[in-house]
C-alpha cells in the first residue's frame, strides 16, 4: 500500500457545483497535513494547511480524520479556475520531508 | 522577491551525457529539497539537505548526486544519464527553526518552476 493515496480522477465538475475528494495516508504517526494545487506544466503551490479541528479558506474547506486517516478537500461554488491537480502532502513524526499523494485531476467545466 | 529559482528550465541529453540542475532561494530557508515528478507517480524525493553542510537520501536516489553548496543553493548532479530519469525536475525549500517547538507553518515547502528534462 502506498504511503499516501488519492483517487486521480479526473474529477468533471460542472462550474458552480461543489466538489469533495479525499486523501488517505497509511502512516498514523503524521503530523502536519497540507492540501498544494499543481496547474498543468506549473510548479505546486500551497492552497491551504489542514488543522485538526478543519479549516475553512473561502470556498475551499479541508478536514483531517486522524480515526480513518484521511484528509479531504472540498471546493464550493466551483470556478472554471479551480481546474488543477490538487496534490495532498503530510509530515511524518520527524524530520522536514513531506509525502505527496499522486494528486486528483479536477475539471471544472461551462 | 524571486522565491526558488531554478536552472535551466529544459534540456535534452543523450544517454551517458551529465549535468547539474542549479537550484537557489532567496529566502534564507534552511531546508531544500529535489524531487521528480512523473505521471501517475506524483513527486518523489531524490535528495534533501535539513541544513548547510548536510544532505540525505529521499525515496529515489540513485543515479543522482547533490550539492548544497551554501545556504542559498542546492545542485542535483546526473553523471551518467538514462533514459530513466527523462522527468520533470522541482527544487523546494522550507524553514526550519531549530530549539524551538514545531510550527506547522514552518513545514511549508516553496517550488521553483521545475526542470523538463529528456534523455534520448
Known amino acids: 500500500r502506498k504511503e499516501v493515496e488519492q483517487d486521480p480522477g479526473p474529477f468533471n465538475v460542472p462550474e458552480g457545483a461543489t466538489v469533495a475528494f479525499n486523501c488517505t495516508y497509511s502512516n498514523s504517526a503524521s503530523q502536519s497535513f497540507f492540501w498544494y494545487r499543481q496547474d498543468c506544466r506549473k510548479e505546486p503551490k500551497l492552497l491551504m494547511s489542514?488543522?485538526?479541528s478543519g479549516n475553512e479558506d473561502g470556498r475551499f474547506t479541508a478536514q483531517l480524520n486522524r480515526a480513518s486517516q484521511y484528509i479531504s478537500l472540498l471546493i464550493r461554488d466551483s470556478k472554471l479556475s479551480d481546474s488543477a491537480t490538487y496534490l495532498c502532502?503530510?509530515?511524518?513524526?520527524?524530520?522536514?520531508?513531506?509525502?505527496f499523494g499522486g494528486g486528483t485531476r479536477v475539471l471544472v467545466k461551462p | 522577491n524571486a522565491g526558488v529559482t531554478q536552472t535551466p528550465k529544459f534540456q535534452v541529453l543523450k544517454t551517458g551525457q551529465s549535468m547539474t540542475l542549479q537550484c537557489a532561494q532567496d529566502m534564507n530557508h534552511n531546508s531544500m529539497y529535489w524531487y521528480r515528478q512523473d505521471p501517475g507517480m506524483g513527486l518523489r524525493l531524490i535528495y534533501y539537505?535539513?541544513?548547510?553542510?548536510?544532505?540525505d537520501k529521499g525515496e529515489v536516489p540513485n543515479g543522482y548526486n547533490v550539492s548544497r553548496l551554501n545556504k542559498r543553493e542546492f545542485s542535483l548532479r546526473l553523471e551518467s544519464a538514462a533514459p530513466s530519469q527523462t522527468s520533470v525536475y522541482f527544487c523546494a525549500s522550507s524553514a526550519l527553526e531549530s530549539g524551538r517547538a514545531w510550527i506547522q507553518t514552518k513545514n511549508i515547502q516553496y517550488f521553483g518552476a521545475g526542470t523538463r528534462l529528456s534523455v534520448l
Open positions: 502532502a503530510l509530515k511524518g513524526a520527524a524530520g522536514n520531508k513531506l509525502t
Open positions: 489542514v488543522y485538526s
Open positions: 539537505s535539513a541544513s548547510e553542510g548536510t544532505t
